[in-house]
């Protein structure tokens, strides 16, 4: 029962500062990429790693806060982009040429891109 109570607060919490500043969110990441679509995935990704987060109480300007999550969130969705855009052309590159990458099996390792 001790549990549930803080868990509920930063449940409050979270919503609270989802219904104050995600639109203001959605907008700040909507100048700085070119889709927005992504925008609102990146803000629904911010705030729910936010629900994740065990220092909420301590934040004391939730904006930055917010950027700072968000732009993690960026950098890691432009990492998991290369990543991909690399392990395919590799296969591409693969299905044209099979004899010189048999060896590399880009399948099993795609991280080593």
């Known amino acids: 029962m001790l549990q549930s109570l803080p868990q509920k ?7 609270d ?4 500043h995600s639109a203001w969110l959605q907008q700040w990441l909507h100048f700085r990429i070119s ?12 705030f729910y790693k936010l629900l994740q987060s065990n220092n909420l109480f301590s934040v004391q300007e939730p904006r930055a806060y917010l950027v700072q999550m968000a732009k993690h969130l960026l950098i890691d969705q432009q990492r998991r ?16 040429d099979p004899v010189s990458y048999t060896h590399l099996r880009a399948h099993e390792h795609p991280e080593q891109l």
Do not use: F, R
Not at 17 to 20: A, C, H, I, M, N
Not at 81 to 96: D, V
């Open 9 to 15: 607060n930063q449940h409050q919490l979270v919503q």
């Open 17 to 20: 500062l989802y219904v104050d």
């Open 35 to 46: 889709y927005p679509l992504s925008a609102a995935d990146i803000v629904q990704d911010t």
């Open 81 to 96: 982009y290369s990543l991909e855009k690399n392990y395919l052309a590799e296969l591409a590159q693969q299905q044209e």
